[in-house]
């Protein structure tokens, strides 16, 4: 946590609960399948948020990973270096997060760079490279290592053809979800502006 003393009142509150999302045991799914996927030469943390965020935190183990989910020498980040300057290990983050939205990850399932360098939000990050090894399963190229069970199926696609007759009878039909006057009458009102007629 860069120069920030300890949070108090609703700010600890808040990153309490955030803090409460992290899952330890998802994160060594993660660490399995980005050693496995990369190499052993990226290491292995101890386990811990604080041991994970430290792993991740200068950008090349993640920019290692992407760069695997792609043909060799085709990988969207070109140099990965371990820089100790903070503007360049965030810059290198951003270039993995900018890479994972290109490789098909939604923008809103992408961490900002700050939960990552910070350890801010390792929660969100976790679920970020959660839906990239999801992707990579999905994809079903040979670039994916690893056991596909490590991470929830992707929902696939079921278009379905109606022909243009069973569509018009379906117009026709009035859904029970909009109600139903079967039943209904007027019998018993009272034109507006008439008093109240109690017996």
Known sequence: MANRGPAY???????QKIDKQYDPELEQILIQWIVAQCGPEVGQPQPGKDEFQKWLKDGTVLCKLINSLYPKGQGPVAKIQPFTMAFKQMEQISQFLRAAERYGILASDIFQTVDLWEGKNMACVQRTLMNLGGLAVAKGDEFFVGDPNWFPKKSQENRRAFSEDKLKEGQSVI?????????????GMTGYGMPRQIL
Do not use: C
Request: proline share 0%.
């Open 9 to 15: 009142g609703l700010s600890r509150e808040v990153q």
């Open 175 to 187: 859904g029970l979800q909009m109600g139903t006057n079967r039943g209904a009458s007027q019998a």
